[in-house]
């Protein structure tokens, strides 16, 4: 009797345990993926950059917005050609989501083309 009842509480003990280390094990790879991903994916330089060209975007007394000044906020925020590119995906997507038309935010990514165009690569 005190035997089976030993074996019952072991067993019961070590899927404690088990189910403690699955916890552990979940929280540690959902972390290393977050890590990894956020590392590669992310300069904080790529968001004060999206944001200052947002904002001069979007401020009405640049109309037409100038692909020199766009330069010129790539350049103050160390930027070079192929950060550009991404970059204006970026602001693209914020203006689609501030309620810009399809068509006028593919014109602004345009224009931040051209000012990619005169960074360096």
């Known amino acids: 009797m005190h035997f089976h009842l030993f074996v019952l509480l072991a067993n019961k003990e070590i899927e404690e345990r088990a189910q403690g280390m699955w916890a552990v094990l979940v929280v540690a790879a959902t972390t290393a993926s977050r890590l990894i991903r956020s590392g590669r994916h992310y300069d904080p330089l790529n968001g004060i950059a999206a944001g200052e060209i947002f904002e001069y975007l979007t401020a009405p007394i640049y109309f037409p917005p100038d692909p020199s000044?766009?330069?010129t906020i790539f350049r103050r925020n160390a930027r070079r050609f192929g950060q550009a590119r991404h970059v204006a995906s970026i602001v693209t997507s914020w203006l689609i989501d501030a309620g810009a038309t399809r068509e006028a935010a593919m014109a602004s990514h345009a224009t931040i083309m051209a000012a990619a165009i005169?960074?360096?690569?």
């Open 118 to 121: 005169l960074l360096p690569v």
């Open 69 to 71: 000044a766009v330069a």
